[in-house]
């Protein structure tokens, strides 16, 4: 069964950067476009960026863009989500998830089902 493995979160400063990677076993990110989403305590998820598996096009939410850029590699089955001058806002658990490749836009929306999805990641950022 397919499985998406989040790491590289943790505990960092404002203004500074933090990189997280998002592993795929057992599935082939070709066919899917995959993203991040993160959620803080007390707020609704939020998409935050997505790549396509078909033609590596990348979509931000539009408050974001700018500040986190996302990049993938598919023949080593991995997403990264790099964010640079983080602020406290950005503390939230991050996971990342495949949906079949209708497009970033489709994804980002959050219209229909995700069939990957990973455990998420904890990034906490300190004034």
């Known amino acids: 069964e397919g499985r998406l493995v989040e790491s590289g979160g943790g505990l960092v400063q404002t203004g500074g950067s933090l990189r997280l990677s998002c592993v795929a076993s057992e599935f082939v990110l070709d066919d899917y476009a995959t993203g991040w989403f993160r959620q803080a305590p007390g707020k609704e998820r939020e998409a935050v960026a997505c790549i396509s598996g078909v033609d590596g096009t990348t979509e931000y939410a539009p408050s974001l863009k700018g500040r986190f850029t996302i990049s993938s590699d598919n023949a080593k089955g991995t997403v990264w989500l790099q964010g640079n001058g983080l602020k406290t806002d950005d503390t939230a658990v991050y996971s990342c998830?495949?949906?079949?490749?209708?497009?970033?836009?489709?994804?980002?929306?959050?219209?229909?089902?995700?069939?990957?999805w990973g455990q998420g990641t904890q990034v906490t950022v300190s004034s």
């Open positions: 998830a495949a949906q079949l490749d209708y497009g970033c836009e489709n994804w980002l929306s959050q219209r229909g089902k995700y069939e990957y």
